[in-house]
Nanobody
Framework: QVQLVESGGGLVQAGGSLRLSCAAS????????MGWFRQAPGKEREFVAG????????YYGDSVKGRFTIYRDNAKKTVYLQMNSLKPEDTAVYYC?????????????????WGQGTQVTVSS
């Protein structure tokens, strides 16, 4: 089992940057694919980025390609989301999730474990 705790959210102006972190507990973190999702008020949860267990493959939602980067440090049991050129439409609660299949693909049902989320607010 994996427990996930996100951090790094906050308020930022449009055009700014934030880095989200997701710290995992459990001995098998390195076997899990990891993903970031987000959910804005009144909207469905949306895939943002995913990374495979060894970092060899990564995936991005169309709305964040070229602006966001996902990466992981298996020694620290942590996955990161670097967010640049932030826009007001990036405002949402961001969730970290773990995929026991190891792939980190953009399929919500693939993910078995979820964090509590961290709020990101981008002002115009």
């Amino acid at each position: 089992q994996v427990q996930l705790v996100e951090s790094g959210g906050g308020l930022v102006q449009a055009g700014g940057s934030l880095r989200l972190s997701c710290a995992a507990s459990g001995r098998t973190f390195s076997l899990y694919g990891m993903g970031w999702f987000r959910q804005a008020p009144g909207k469905e949860r949306e895939f943002v980025a995913g990374i495979s267990w060894n970092g060899g493959s990564s995936y991005y939602g169309d709305s964040v390609k070229g602006r966001f980067t996902i990466y992981r440090d298996n020694a620290k049991k942590t996955v990161y989301l670097q967010m640049n050129s932030l826009k007001p439409e990036d405002t949402a609660v961001y969730y970290c999730a773990a995929d026991s299949g190891g792939l980190g693909v953009p399929i919500l049902d693939q993910y078995n474990y979820w964090g509590q989320g961290t709020q990101v607010t981008v002002s115009s």
